[in-house]
């Protein structure tokens, strides 16, 4: 199994652009999450998706940001328009849901909004 | 109150030393309990996990991990670090809901000869 699988892994931007990042989870796995990583606040649930229906997105910063799952394989983040702010590490997770989730992490999009 | 608390954010210590990471953690989170690593650039990976049974709870590159309910605490240990466990460490505990992870903030590990 190639794991989680996060695509850019790096990408520069400039303040007021569309940013997209995308996340293939493992297959099999029911249950997908967006984290963002900062030196401030360190891991943050921004929404979670179970069966492609996304069931808490209270973490979402803002209606600038959105995310969307259209099948079991593949899921968007996208923040429309970016800010400096914004900048950060941005992770996918998927689990099989269970009473106890062990989530296994993608490798990370590494954001810089200029 | 923070949910999961991690009271080092930096702990440096010697090759083959013993070390401690300290974790704790509210009511407001479940005792599903959780120890992850994150190598430099890097995702997280599940070093041990507590869910029932037996408070002391072994995982992978020799650390383990106790959960100890009337602390409230599941701090991670290892008895002789390696320049290679330099990495950063979360502890997290699932929310009450069983839908998702909390973590702390993380403590830094950092191994030198």
């Known amino acids: 199994d190639a794991g989680v699988i996060q695509s850019p892994r790096h990408e520069v931007t400039e303040m007021g652009q569309e940013v997209t990042l995308r996340c293939k989870p493992i297959?099999?796995?029911?249950?997908l999450f967006w984290y963002r990583q900062t030196m401030m606040r360190g891991l943050e649930l921004l929404i979670y998706?179970?069966?492609?229906?996304?069931?808490?997105d209270s973490g979402m910063p803002e209606d600038r940001f959105s995310a969307k799952m259209p099948n079991a394989s593949f899921s968007t983040l996208k923040i429309q328009p970016s800010e400096p702010r914004d900048s950060a590490v941005y992770f996918c997770?998927?689990?099989?849901?269970?009473?106890?989730?062990?989530?296994?992490f993608g490798a990370g999009s590494r954001l810089t909004v200029l | 109150a923070q949910s999961v608390t991690q009271l080092d954010s930096q702990v440096p210590v010697f090759e083959e030393a013993p070390v401690e990471l300290r974790c704790n953690y509210s009511?407001?989170?479940?005792?599903?309990l959780f120890w992850y690593v994150q190598y430099p650039n890097q995702g997280l990976q599940l070093l041990l996990k507590y869910l029932s049974g037996s408070t002391l709870v072994k995982g992978i590159n020799g650390f383990e991990a106790e959960f100890n309910k009337s602390q409230t605490s599941f701090h991670l240990r290892k008895p002789s670090v390696h320049i290679s466990d330099t990495a950063e460490y979360f502890c997290a505990a699932m929310n009450q809901a069983g839908t998702a992870l909390i973590f702390g903030k993380g403590t830094t590990l950092s191994v030198s000869s």
């Open positions: 009511s407001s989170v479940s005792v599903y």
């Open positions: 998706f179970n069966n492609n229906v996304p069931i808490d």
């Open positions: 997770a998927s689990s099989f849901r269970s009473g106890a989730n062990v989530l296994t």
């Open positions: 297959s099999g796995h029911n249950s």
